[in-house]
């Protein structure tokens, strides 16, 4: 009997171990590193009216600003840096921030504008944020989805 008390006692200590590095490990650990737009997943749930909206642009400004998603790839660095880069080369920076007890991504450009995302999702390999209105215009894409690297 004690012998299975001990083997009992050590696998507990074991789990409640594993469980703690789990808990250790919060959403901002979880989002350092390198995303990839999953452009299938974003584009195919956008919302009725901004797919149709989008459907009235004309064809060469719609076909840019789906290039503008297509690729895109975001790296948020544990020392709270971000970088935006696009299949052209292009790419933006800044810091980023985790508030709201992690439910708001809030990306600040160098001029020091923030742009919050709602955290929608957050696995080990999949993101999927919602942008905030801040009320200077409507995005045809809201909700981006991304896979990890």
Request: hydrophobic share 35%; aromatic share 10%.
């Amino acid at each position: 009997m004690r012998t299975y008390s001990y083997i009992l006692l050590t696998v507990l200590l074991c789990i409640g171990s594993g469980m703690r590095a789990v808990a250790q490990s919060g959403p901002m650990e979880s989002l350092v590193g390198s995303w990839t737009l999953d452009y299938g997943t974003t584009f195919s749930n956008m919302e009725g009216q901004r797919k149709a909206a989008l459907d009235t642009v004309p064809q060469a400004h719609r076909t840019g600003i789906e290039n503008s998603y297509r690729g895109r790839t975001m790296v948020f660095g544990p020392d709270g840096s971000f970088r935006m880069q696009f299949l052209d080369g292009r790419s933006v920076g800044g810091r980023w921030s985790l508030e709201q007890d992690g439910s708001m991504l809030v990306l600040t450009d160098p001029n020091g504008h923030r742009y919050p995302h709602r955290v929608k999702g957050l696995t080990a390999n999949g993101l999927v944020l919602r942008a905030e209105d801040l009320g200077e215009g409507e995005l045809f894409v809201k909700e981006l989805y991304f896979i990890k690297n």
